[in-house]
């Protein structure tokens, strides 16, 4: 249940229905919306009597949540979030654009790709320092030297990085440097995982699980925001179907469900999602056509000598195009109001 306050409402009278909602033991969550408070009301176990509360002072409203997921649904908080990273905003309103390498490979290769892909447009810098490989006999990351090399990009270039975490093991390192930390496809009912991302004092790119029905992928997003951190967003890369012509299939449905469903920013990788580069710059106008907030793509500037994922990564000059592209289209949608 949500309870929503006057607009006139006072600290005091907003407090005082906290008390009453953890006074029956439930878990009371305020969230500050544009114009009023609402409050959200969590771990019930059944049917809450909104009479408990709507004769309350401030009280507005009381509102039954039929979602299964509370705290990332638009039930809840009808306002879209912002993730604010320095200079940079993701979510409504903005096409955020993340790229470069699959993975941190060199000083030399990740500043090389960086300056390319910020000369484009990019806004952040993205790079795997742990990598999730099918094989344990590939090319695994450079682990601590990566992300010491993705901190060194930071400073030279201005961009803030984006950098996946694999384990709880080495959640705390990867905090220490990212700007965003990704949770990736493999590990996104990785529960304890989602759990500590909850306590982290950094952003939370949640990408979908290959075989994640929008629900689970929610459910794990509100795992992490359950756990106090309100900064995810939410990165579709393509879901594992019978197809051969693409790695994976590219759900560009689950743009405009999330969209509805809920009030975090979403993201798409068309990398991912497609698995050869031909397909990376239609898809991405697709995306942006759809009312994605930004893109993550991977870039190389000498793909065929890429030590991970070197047949999707965009050519400096292909990237460049793209951005082109997908501005000129986010523009004209804005123009007329169409997002
Ligand atoms: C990645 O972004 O490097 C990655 C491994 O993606 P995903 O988790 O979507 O497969
Ligand atoms: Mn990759």
Same mark, same amino acid.
């Given at each position: 249940?949500?309870?929503?306050?006057?607009?006139?409402?006072?600290?005091?009278?907003?407090?005082s229905v906290v008390?009453?909602?953890?006074?029956r033991g439930?878990?009371a969550?305020?969230i500050?919306?544009?114009?009023?408070?609402?409050i959200?009301?969590?771990n019930?176990k059944?049917?809450?009597?909104?009479?408990?509360?709507i004769?309350?002072?401030?009280?507005?409203?009381a509102?039954h949540v039929t979602?299964?997921?509370k705290?990332?649904?638009r039930?809840f908080?009808?306002e879209?979030t912002?993730?604010?990273?320095?200079?940079?905003s993701?979510g409504?309103?903005?096409?955020?654009i993340?790229?470069?390498?699959?993975?941190?490979e060199?000083?030399?290769?990740?500043?090389?790709i960086?300056?390319?892909?910020?000369?484009?447009?990019?806004?952040?810098?993205?790079?795997?320092?742990?990598?999730p490989?099918?094989?344990?006999y590939?090319?695994q990351?450079?682990?601590?030297?990566g992300l010491k090399i993705?901190a060194?990009?930071?400073?030279?270039?201005?961009?803030?990085v984006v950098?996946?975490?694999?384990?709880?093991e080495k959640?705390?390192? @990867?905090?220490?440097?990212?700007?965003?930390?990704?949770?990736?496809?493999?590990?996104?009912?990785?529960?304890s995982?989602?759990?500590?991302?909850?306590?982290?004092?950094k952003p939370i790119?949640?990408?979908r699980g290959m075989?994640a029905?929008?629900?689970?992928?929610?459910?794990a997003?509100?795992?992490?925001?359950?756990?106090?951190?309100?900064?995810?967003?939410?990165?579709e890369?393509g879901?594992?179907t019978f197809?051969?012509?693409?790695?994976?299939?590219l759900d560009?449905?689950a743009?405009?469900?999330?969209?509805?469903?809920s009030?975090?920013?979403?993201?798409?990788?068309?990398?991912?999602?497609?698995?050869?580069?031909?397909q990376v710059i239609?898809?991405s106008?697709?995306? @942006?056509?759809v009312?994605a907030?930004?893109?993550?793509?991977?870039?190389?500037?000498a793909?065929?000598?890429?030590?991970?994922?070197?047949?999707?990564s965009?050519?400096?000059?292909?990237?460049?195009?793209?951005c082109?592209?997908v501005?000129?289209?986010?523009?004209?949608?804005k123009?007329?109001?169409?997002?």
């Amino acid at each position: 249940m949500l309870i929503v306050m006057d607009k006139k409402a006072t600290q005091e009278q907003i407090n005082s229905v906290v008390e009453a909602i953890e006074q029956r033991g439930f878990t009371a969550r305020p969230i500050p919306g544009g114009e009023r408070v609402s409050i959200g009301i969590l771990n019930n176990k059944g049917h809450v009597d909104a009479s408990l509360f709507i004769g309350l002072p401030g009280v507005k409203d009381a509102i039954h949540v039929t979602r299964p997921y509370k705290l990332v649904s638009r039930e809840f908080k009808h306002e879209d979030t912002i993730v604010q990273i320095g200079d940079v905003s993701i979510g409504s309103g903005n096409l955020t654009i993340m790229a470069g390498p699959c993975a941190v490979e060199s000083e030399y290769q990740a500043l090389t790709i960086a300056e390319h892909v910020q000369r484009s447009g990019a806004h952040i810098f993205r790079g795997g320092a742990f990598k999730p490989r099918t094989s344990p006999y590939s090319f695994q990351g450079l682990g601590e030297e990566g992300l010491k090399i993705l901190a060194m990009v930071r400073e030279k270039t201005g961009m803030p990085v984006v950098t996946e975490v694999m384990d709880l093991e080495k959640i705390d390192l @990867v905090e220490a440097y990212a700007d965003i930390i990704q949770i990736g496809a493999r590990n996104m009912q990785n529960f304890s995982l989602l759990r500590r991302a909850g306590r982290a004092a950094k952003p939370i790119l949640l990408k979908r699980g290959m075989a994640a029905t929008i629900d689970e992928w929610l459910m794990a997003a509100e795992y992490i925001m359950e756990g106090g951190n309100s900064q995810v967003i939410l990165c579709e890369r393509g879901v594992r179907t019978f197809v051969h012509h693409s790695r994976n299939t590219l759900d560009l449905s689950a743009v405009s469900v999330v969209i509805k469903e809920s009030h975090l920013p979403i993201i798409v990788d068309p990398s991912h999602a497609a698995g050869r580069r031909d397909q990376v710059i239609p898809l991405s106008r697709a995306s @942006v056509a759809v009312g994605a907030h930004g893109l993550i793509v991977e870039v190389h500037h000498a793909p065929e000598e890429a030590l991970s994922d070197g047949a999707q990564s965009l050519y400096p000059d292909q990237f460049e195009n793209m951005c082109r592209q997908v501005r000129s289209i986010y523009n004209d949608l804005k123009e007329g109001n169409g997002l």
